[in-house]
Every structure is written in C-alpha cells, then in structure tokens.
C-alpha cells in the first residue's frame, strides 16, 4: 500500500509507503521536512491555482517550477515625462508643511510593511516557522529511501541528517595584528597526460547559454559546464568532460526554475553549488553516479553564504556572516568554525590553503587545521574591495582584485607584495582570476606585472575556466551555428608579449604614472570649491597618489551661463486643510535658462594637457521648496550641487600611452587569436 502526500513547502505531490504515515520525512523535491499524511484530493478548476495539479505516480520525473506559487509584483508605470516634454514645463513640488511629508510618509512605509509582512501560502508560514540554529533541523526524522525513486532510476540514499552539525567543532579565534610568515606553496598536482588541442563540442547545446566552466585539478583532467535552458522555463545541466579524451562522460539535471552556481571537487566527480536567488542552502551533487547526495543550511536559514568551494572528495569550505566552516562530507558535520573573515576568499591550487581578508590585511591559512600561516604585505592601497582572488598553478604567486581597477599580486614564499597591475576589465561579475607567470586573465582582459596596466581585452571571449589546468586559457564560446565548444588558447600569445615588453620598455610612455604627486586647481564658487576640494584630495591618495608639486596638475572648472531663454514650470503645492491632505491650486513661473560648463583637465609635469572631460549641467527638472520660496537661488544651488558630485568622482586615467604619437587608452579591444 502506498500514501499520497503533499509537502507543504513546495506543493509538490507524491506516493511514499504507508508505514511512513504520521511520520517525518523528507520532500525528495525540495528537501524540507514536514509529517507524511494522506492528501485529500482537490477538485480542479477551471482558472485556479497551478498548484492543484494530478497526483503523480511514484517513479515521476523532476519538478520543473511551474507547480511552485508565484511571487509576482505589479509594477505601474507613471511616468509622464513625454507629456511634459510636449509641453515643454517642468514640474515642482512646494510643500505645505512639514507634518505632510511624515504623514505621507508614514502611510507609505506601512504600507510596505505590511505588504511585506504577510505571509505568501503556506510555504512562507513553514520556513518563519523553521529552526533558526546553524544546519539543519535537529529533530528525529525517518528518511523513506524506499518509498521514491529519482527520475534516472537510482534510488535516493541521502543519510538522515546528524542531531547537531556543530557538535565537536572547534571555534577559532578571529586574527589579530602581523604573524610571522610559515607558509609555503601549494602547487596542483601535476597532469597525468597531455590535453586535447581540438574544440570540444558541447552536444544537444544549440538552445543552451553557458553560465559557469568549473576546472578539476591537472590530474583529473575534467571539466564541468553549468549551462541552463530557457525552453519551458530555466532548467540548468552540468556536463561533464575530459580534457584527455575531448569527450562527454555524463550529464546532470540540476533541476527546474532557476539557475544553479557551482563549486568543483578536485576530482572532477563533486558538484556543491546554490541556485540563484537562494541565499542560505548548499546542494552536493555527486555527477559520476548522477544523483543527489544532500542539501543543508550551513549558517542557518537566515544565513547568507558568500563563499564556498570543495577542497577534496570529503571536505569543504564555506563562508557567510564573518565565519569560515570547514565541513566533513557527506555528514555536513563542522569540523571547526572560525571567526571573523569578511571579504575574500580563495583555495590554493593544491586544496591545502585558503586566503582570506579584505581591505590591506589579507592572511593565508592551513585548510585542515585552520591555523594562520602569515598576513600578506600591505599592496599600498586605502580603497580597497573585498574582491575576487587566483592563484598561479604552482601557488607561488597570488593575485586578488583590491579595487574595481586594481589587482594586486603576492609571492607566497615570502608574503612580500609584487605590485598592482590597473586598468578596467570585461567580463561576468564573478569572473575568475587565472594567474599565469607575469600575466593574469580578469574575464576576456589581460593584466601585466611589467607594465603594470591591463592592456588586451578579447572580443566575443565567453565563459571563461576557473583555473588554468595545462597553463592555457581555457573557455566555452559559441560557433556561428549556435552551438557551445570548449576551446583552450595559448594566452598570452607572441603578439602580446612583444607588446607588453615595447611598454615596459618605454616604447610606449605612459602619460601619467601612477602613484605620482598632484596639485588641485578649482574654479567656481565657495561653496563649490571647497566640496571637491574636500571630496577629491582624499579620493586621490586613497588611489596612491600623492599631494604635492612635481607631477601632475589636475584642474577643475564650473562655470555659471545664462542663455537668455525662459523655461516655464508648473508649481503645485500641497496643504493641510480640515478635510485631510489635498493639492492646491496649479500656477506657471518663468524663470531664466541656466547651465553649468563643467570641465577637468590633468596637466603633466611640463604643462601638456594629458586627459580632458567636458560636461553640461542643466536646471534640474523637478524639485521639493518646502519653504524656500526663492526658486532661482535653488535651482541655481542644485545645479553647483550635481557638478561638484561628478568633479569629486573625477578618475585620473592612468592607463593612457603615447603610442604611435598619439595618446592611447588602455586596453585595446583586440580579436581572439
């Protein structure tokens, strides 16, 4: 005899053996717990609910989203700004008093908080009511691995879940201050064979858009792609290859709905990864065996993961919350926990080392213990970001993205600092890092360490590798029919070395170097003047540069114009009266036409214009007076308020070269080779 159940966290309907009924088990859709009793059929209509779907038989294939409710949000447009260009008015808003702006004010936020607050179906009540601990829930349960089967024939063998995930585990202190340096490469290790020199076709792949390639290590020689589907709604796969053989050794269905983002295990055979949109559970995928291994929560329901990789066939690493939790696989059980990493982090190439930090204090540690092996040299910067890092494949060098434009790059036998190497990148926004020797790839952009700039950025590149297996680049692109290969490039090539060594030589100058000293000239009124001045001077140094004579001089003008012209608005003013809020009376003003011609120019040395940008500030279309009456004055004001925002944004370009007499920016958009 069998049971129909449904789970009430996904709605999803199936049959488990009658001995299960009143007990807890486990929904092989979604793998949350609720207690297994018979659902009472409904009846269909005609324009109801998606959820109220037939029952489907034991043996069914997998969920693809459709019978999840929905969570939509109308959105209305009201903008009417070709109305107003029509006839040529601009509006403004003149409040009646202040208590009419907290008493809108107040009626909007509670209206989304309440909005917000109540509860969308019934899976919205079940996860408010979940345990809040890190991990999964710690009550007993009965796992009916008898009672499903998985759409490809394999009975699901998921262990049930241990009672506490951080029993045993040690808790480390967060790091203070400097530690002497102990640490020592961690190279990969080496390949067993030579790889193919071919593109791989990707099979069954001309609908599908390529979203992630995963890298084994060298010696496993595999590859898995995530790529998704849009035909019916999103449905992602991981393929698996050899990088030997330049053949497919298996697919997976990773599931319906949304997107999945992936970590590989050294192996090739370990897929953990999270779905798009979901912030707090992890998924273990073994691909030899195409099955699932099990799904948890390693920082609780209302933990947000960061980070997370697999560093052998039985251990992973996760990050969220300042807390770094390495995990025995497939147990999910914490073997020590430890406090405050916030920012980046990355795993050696041999598996046997992680780097953390963020701002200028970055620190290596021992994966199997957790112990600290030394904090990385300062890279000299104030602006940093907790970025993306990589490691050279034979983990003497590490690079990590320390600003939007900067990496910067470390020897790992000495912890000393080699360097920033600047310039803008193209890519994905989390885009690997593939450090090879003096060079290193940020999406399709190459950075140098003679030069200093990233200095090639590749056309139609793809999706690129996370590591560099055999010391090429590799990546998954399309062909003109439509269909993925995966493709492995000698990069950087002849051409781009000769290039490098002409700018390194001085064959190119740069215009401006970085790191050189400044000197302000602003124009405009005080109040101008003294904003940039105070927003810009720090903007600077914190990018290096230094204030004082002898380099360049970066010069800032806004100038006032009045065309003569009349511009007319619309003045609509708001009161308070005995019957509530209303809008008074509308009138029409004149008012003369003004701009603001804002300029800035850097000078070198010698007093050639090196970089210059222009631009226009107009009267701002709309505005709140409250009180102030004196229209002009404040439109005026707004307008010096808007040019001195974009002044302190000012960027010195520092990647501009005087190539073939003329000045140049960097880098060039070049064609793949």
């Not at 489907?56 to 019978?67: H, L, M, T, V, W």
Request: include cysteine; hydrophobic fraction near 35%.
């Amino acid at each position: 005899m069998s049971l129909s159940v449904t789970c009430p966290h996904c709605r999803d309907r199936f049959r488990v053996a009658d001995k299960f009924e009143g007990k807890k088990i486990r929904c092989e859709e979604c793998d949350e717990f609720f207690v297994a009793k018979e659902a009472i059929p409904k009846p269909r209509v005609i324009g109801g609910d998606e959820d109220d779907e037939p029952l489907r038989a034991p043996k069914r294939a997998k969920a693809d989203g459709r019978n999840r409710p929905s969570r939509r949000r109308d959105e209305e447009d009201e903008d009417d700004d070709d109305k107003k260009a029509a006839a040529k008015k601009q509006t403004l808003y003149i409040a009646g008093g202040i208590g009419v702006a907290v008493l809108v004010g107040i009626a909007i936020l509670g209206l989304i908080f309440v909005s917000r607050g109540k509860p969308n179906k019934l899976e919205d009540v079940a996860q408010q009511s979940a345990p809040t601990t890190p991990g999964r829930s710690t009550d007993a349960v009965t796992r009916p691995t008898d009672a499903v089967t998985r759409p490809n024939g394999i009975p699901s063998t998921t262990p049930p879940p241990p009672a506490k995930e951080f029993d045993g585990a040690r808790t480390l202190s967060p790091p203070t201050g400097d530690a002497p340096w102990m640490a020592k490469p961690d190279p990969a290790p080496a390949q067993m064979g030579a790889f193919v020199n071919q593109p791989i076709p990707i099979a069954n792949s001309n609908k599908a858009t390529a979203r992630q390639l995963l890298m084994s290590a060298p010696n496993a020689a595999k590859a898995v792609l995530l790529s998704d589907t849009q035909s019916g709604g999103v449905t992602t796969y991981a393929t698996s290859l050899d990088l030997m053989t330049g053949k497919e050794s298996g697919i997976s269905n990773l599931g319906s709905g949304t997107r999945f983002e992936g970590a590989l295990s050294p192996d090739g055979q370990l897929l953990l990864g999270k779905q798009s949109g979901e912030k707090s559970r992890l998924t273990l995928w073994n691909l030899k065996e195409n099955r699932k291994l099990g799904t948890w929560t390693p920082y609780g329901a209302n933990g947000s993961i960061q980070n997370f990789f697999l560093v052998g066939a039985d251990r992973a690493i996760t990050q969220a919350s300042g807390k770094i939790v390495l995990w025995k696989l497939p147990e999910f059980q914490a073997v020590y926990v430890s406090e405050g990493h916030s920012g980046t982090l990355q795993i050696s190439p041999g598996g046997k080392q992680f780097l953390t930090g963020s701002g200028n204090s970055y620190d290596l540690y021992e994966v199997a213990t957790g112990e600290r092996l030394g904090r990385f040299e300062s890279c000299g910067l104030l602006n940093t970001i907790p970025g993306r890092a990589g490691f050279s494949q034979d983990g003497k060098k590490v690079v990590v993205m320390s600003t939007w434009e900067t990496l910067s790059r470390w020897s790992v036998e000495t912890g000393k600092w080699e360097g920033n190497s600047s310039g803008s990148y193209s890519g994905y926004p989390h885009s690997p890092i593939v450090v090879l020797g003096a060079y290193a790839m940020l999406g399709s952009t190459l950075y140098d360490w003679k030069s200093k700039v990233a200095f090639w950025t590749f056309q139609n590149f793809g999706t690129p590798g996370t590591l560099s297996p055999d010391g090429r680049i590799w990546s998954v692109e399309k062909t003109l029919s439509e269909k993925l290969t995966l493709q492995a490039r000698n990069l950087p090539d002849s051409a781009a070395i000769e290039f490098t060594d002409k700018l390194a030589g001085g064959a190119y100058p740069r215009t401006i170097e970085p790191g050189c000293a400044f000197q302000l000239q602003i124009s405009g009124t005080p109040s101008f003047i003294e904003k940039v001045t105070a927003g810009l001077t720090p903007k600077l140094e914190q990018n290096g540069f230094k204030s004082g004579p002898g380099g360049i001089t970066v010069t800032i003008t806004g100038a006032l114009r009045t065309t003569g012209k009349q511009v007319d608005y619309t003045l609509s003013s708001f009161r308070v009266g005995g019957s509530g809020i209303g809008t008074g009376p509308k009138e029409t003003i004149r008012l003369p036409e003004q701009f603001i011609d804002f300029t800035a120019n850097v000078s070198d040395a010698r007093g050639n214009v090196v970089s210059k940008q222009q631009q226009v500030f107009g009267l701002p279309e709309s505005m709140d007076f409250g009180q102030n009456k004196d229209y002009q004055a404040r439109l005026t004001e707004q307008m010096w308020q808007n040019a001195a925002a974009s002044a302190v944004g000012f960027r010195v370009p520092t990647n501009q070269f005087l190539i073939d007499g003329k000045v140049t920016p960097l880098p060039l958009s070049m064609k793949l080779p």
